[in-house]
């Protein structure tokens, strides 16, 4: 089966899910960081699928869905328009949300899984 970007519709139902089962204080963060869902820049893994959806901003940062991945992630930005960091968490939008509540509360953010990084691994290391 071939890969292929999600739509817009897709990307709603997973918003709306997901505001269904954030607590308050997500929720009043979510109301303030949410933005209509747009497609953004991601060089080089975001080119086959045209983008990927950001769905909030706050200050330097995007909160968006990684397509490839199925998770929402928070990543800097300095262009409007383009996602600087490629990170590859399979994260719900509430636990997005979460995190960048932690990083405003309590100045941490929750571990970011990378992408694929090269070399050679073995059992001999």
Known sequence: MDWQPITESQIW????????????????????????PQKWKQTPYGTEG???????????????????EDGFNVSRYKNHGEIEEYWCNQD???????SLSNLIQQGYNLPKCSP?????YGADT
Do not use: C, H, Y
């Not at 045209?50 to 490839?68: K, P, Q, R, S, Y």
């Not at 719900?92 to 979460?98: F, I, M, N």
């Open 13 to 36: 139902d997973k918003i709306l899910q997901a505001e269904a089962r954030m607590n308050p204080e997500q929720s009043r963060l979510w109301s303030a960081i949410k933005i209509l």
């Open 50 to 68: 045209n983008g990927f959806w950001v769905v909030a901003i706050l200050g330097e940062l995007v909160l968006w869905f990684n397509d490839i």
């Open 92 to 98: 719900e939008l509430e636990w997005a949300v979460q």
């Open 116 to 120: 694929p990084i090269a070399g050679e």
